[in-house]
């Protein structure tokens, strides 16, 4: 398997594992959408972390040998695909963190995009949307989703050029959402993400939904989208527990549903 889930804790580790630098082809993205949609079903994943088995590289793209001999058609399909593995991770309601600690590129930031938050190591590795060197276009989601979390001029520039970037410079215009020394960097991530599994899972993956969905709205279906989701979180056990809890000064015990 070229992605592999196990759950610790409360986290569902994803790891991407198609040696030497994760370059995915078709099957491979489609083992990453049904990881998704299993840990979208499964009560005892409340936060995702999703990683690479390789410390050299998070994901360098897509696999271009696969590429050079698909028809049309194929090509297609593997666009299909891709879109919709990334795109199942944006709609499921509990949060994704990528953990990056090497090469970034291509699919493989789209892929980071995806997620929720962008949690890097220190190092001397680059992240980029390298896809116009090969005369095409991000294809995952990249022309969309970069213009939304950066100044567009940056994301333009990155994208027309290919360029890539450090991690520090990444963190400095907003693709990195946070930045830790390398040799702690896997420790800290469970770190930070045990406390976000212990947390009300169910209105954590609401608040995204919410803020994913309102921002593609005007204001008034977004704040309806935000009361659907209210009120479907106030029947709720962490609701109860959480209103409870505050009541009796106690600190809340979260179950995640």
């Known amino acids: 398997m070229a992605v592999e889930l196990s759950i610790q804790d409360g986290i569902g580790l994803v790891t991407l594992n198609r040696p030497p630098a994760n370059a995915y082809d078709t099957a491979m993205l489609t083992e990453l959408r049904d990881v998704v949609l299993r840990i979208a079903d499964d009560p005892a994943v409340r936060v995702v972390v999703l990683r690479s088995a390789n410390p050299k590289f998070f994901c360098t793209g897509a696999d271009i040998g696969v590429l050079q001999n698909s028809s049309r058609a194929q090509f297609a399909n593997f666009l299909m695909i891709a879109q919709e593995a990334v795109d199942a991770i944006a709609r499921t309601p509990k949060i994704f963190i990528a953990a990056i600690a090497g090469h970034c590129i291509g699919g493989g930031l789209e892929i980071a995009l995806g997620c929720d938050f962008r949690w890097a190591a220190t190092g001397r590795y680059k992240l980029g949307l390298a896809e116009v060197g090969l005369g095409l276009s991000p294809g995952m989601g990249g022309t969309q989703r970069l213009p939304r979390l950066i100044h567009k001029g940056k994301a333009l520039h990155m994208m027309i050029t290919g360029e890539s970037i450090g991690p520090d410079e990444a963190l400095a215009i907003g ?83």
């Open 175 to 257: 693709i990195l959402d946070r930045l830790f020394p390398e040799p702690a960097f896997d420790s800290e991530v469970m770190t930070q993400a045990l406390k976000l599994a212990a947390g009300p899972t169910m209105a954590q993956g609401y608040v995204k939904l919410s803020m994913n969905h309102g921002l593609e709205v005007g204001l008034a279906q977004g704040l309806a989208i935000e009361r659907a989701h209210q009120n479907q979180l106030f029947a709720s056990e962490d609701a109860a527990e959480g209103l409870q809890a505050f009541l009796g000064k106690r600190a809340p015990s979260f179950v995640g549903r």
